[in-house]
């Protein structure tokens, strides 16, 4: 039985360690995805991802990425302190809620994330960038 459930995960995976695109071919309604992107921190990581040319980061680098966007309500947290928060944050809270809707794949094991939105999570992306550039 264990042998079956390891081979359906492998399955799900594609040759670089990421779900397939069959995988995740089910369904995400846009009330769950406009949930998962109406955090700041979420769009930060996704704006992030996009921006680079594979759509995929380390976890190191997408912290340091997230961390010099989205500044902590608490101005006198020293540089550290506000790097280790929003990577807690990201591991427990943020990455889980985007791979639940399908827009981002953790690998915890290799360390990479990878943007792996279709369409409406571009465009997504594309309307909100505007407005969390002018703030």
Do not use: C, W
């Amino acid at each position: 039985m264990t042998e079956n459930v390891d081979q359906g995960a492998r399955d799900r995976q594609g040759s670089d360690g990421f779900s397939s695109p069959a995988a995740r071919e089910r369904t995400v309604s846009p009330d769950r995805i406009l949930s998962a992107v109406g955090n700041e921190h979420r769009r930060a990581i996704l704006n992030a991802l996009h921006s680079t040319s594979n759509e995929t980061l380390s976890y190191d680098t997408l912290v340091e990425r997230v961390a010099d966007r989205v500044r902590d309500e608490e101005t006198a947290l020293e540089p550290d302190a506000h790097r280790q928060r929003v990577r807690t944050a990201m591991h427990h809270t943020h990455l889980p809620k985007l791979e639940a809707v399908r827009i981002v794949d953790y690998e915890s094991d290799t360390g990479q994330v990878a943007f792996v939105g279709g369409e409406l999570e571009q465009d997504l992306l594309a309307l909100i960038e505007a407005y969390d550039t002018d703030e």
